[in-house]
């Protein structure tokens, strides 16, 4: 998503997606912290990143279950997303990657 077209609600929705993921990332580091509170922290940052995604096409009503598989199909294509998360040039990879996590 780029910040130059993204609307307010998509904004607040990603910051929101990013705390939460450093949450989820500060709990994996926790020995004593149950599995279940740091998959619940995953699940709510996935939620909140496909809100964020529904708001792109003005789709709020959305589930964020179904909004999430949205944003994962759209990864597909996105170049950038591929480079900035190590699989460029790798391109069975990334697709496969991408099929493992619809």
């Known amino acids: 998503?780029?910040?130059?077209?993204?609307?307010?609600?998509?904004?607040?929705f990603l910051v929101q997606a990013r705390s939460t993921f450093k949450i989820f990332e500060l709990l994996c580091d926790q020995s004593n912290v149950a599995p279940c509170h740091v998959l619940h922290h995953f699940q709510m940052a996935t939620?909140?990143?496909?809100?964020?995604h529904s708001w792109k096409h003005n789709s709020p009503?959305?589930?964020s279950h179904r909004a999430f598989?949205?944003?994962?199909r759209s990864l597909s294509t996105n170049r950038k997303a591929q480079k900035q998360l190590g699989?460029?040039?790798k391109n069975d990879s990334w697709n496969q990657m991408i099929q493992k996590s619809l």
């Open 1 to 12: 998503m780029g910040s130059g077209n993204m609307i307010e609600y998509q904004r607040l």
């Open 47 to 52: 939620e909140l990143l496909g809100k964020a």
């Open 61 to 63: 009503n959305v589930t």
């Open 69 to 72: 598989v949205g944003f994962l």
């Open 87 to 89: 699989f460029e040039g």
